[in-house]
């Protein structure tokens, strides 16, 4: 079945530490992206990208780090300049920019301890 | 600045009754696209219905129908014969033309329902 797929779905992370969450999609598409959520918040964009090897910064993209080397995957990396990394994560994707709506995965909760 | 509220933190409905969520957006632009997700608590995001701004006939996905009024940049949510399974957060989420990627998110609504 197509989808997208987030692993880990849980992750626990210290303090000082840098940590990658993966996302991988089979539907073919050619957009991707990087959600965060926080409780009594909408979703706010880290990180997007188009096509491969190309990406560009969301809203909230400080303290956040992506790749995109294969159109399937598109990982995002929390480094330790993140000072609030605790949140809900939730990749996307979409077929031709987000005017068509966007596929999501089942998130990551990620928590610092 | 392209901007989405929801004015509503939180909605109950009884089973088989019908329910508005409402969603107010501010933009200048003329191509544009509304959409209205559903996060069940399984917090996986879930596209319920897409209306685009041209067109002028309000979009319906089976039992969930939106009322697009464009002039008061308004896009309400109708859930007709609600069924337990509707309880979630619902959330709207903008974006336009020119856009590359930016889906624009109002802070959601978590809708009740009673049996």
């Known amino acids: 079945d197509g989808g997208i797929t987030q692993s880990p779905k849980y992750l626990f992370r210290k303090e000082g530490q840098n940590v990658t969450l993966s996302c991988e999609q089979n539907l073919n598409h050619d957009a991707m992206y990087w959600y965060r959520q926080d409780p009594g918040q909408g979703l706010r964009l880290i990180y997007y990208s188009q096509i491969v090897n190309d990406f560009q910064k969301g809203d909230i993209a400080e303290g956040y780090s992506v790749s995109r080397e294969k159109k399937e995957s598109f990982p995002l990396t929390v480094t330790s300049a993140q000072k609030n990394p605790t949140a809900f994560y939730l990749c996307?994707?979409?077929?031709?920019?987000?005017?068509?709506?966007?596929?999501f995965g089942q998130g990551t909760r990620l928590t610092v301890v | 600045a392209q901007t989405v509220t929801q004015s509503q933190p939180e909605m109950s409905v009884q089973e088989a009754e019908t329910v508005t969520l409402s969603c107010t957006y501010d933009t200048s632009e003329s191509d544009y696209y509304l959409f209205w997700y559903k996060q069940p608590p399984s917090r996986q995001m879930i596209l319920v219905i897409r209306q685009e701004a041209y067109k002028q006939q309000n979009a319906t996905e089976n039992r969930f129908s939106v009322n697009f009024q464009k002039a008061a940049k308004s896009f309400s949510l109708k859930i007709s014969d609600s069924q337990l399974g509707d309880a979630a957060m619902y959330f709207c989420a903008f974006t336009y033309g020119g856009s590359q990627g930016n889906l624009i998110f109002g802070k959601g609504t978590k809708l009740s329902v009673k049996p």
């Open positions: 996307a994707s979409s077929i031709g920019g987000s005017r068509t709506g966007a596929f």
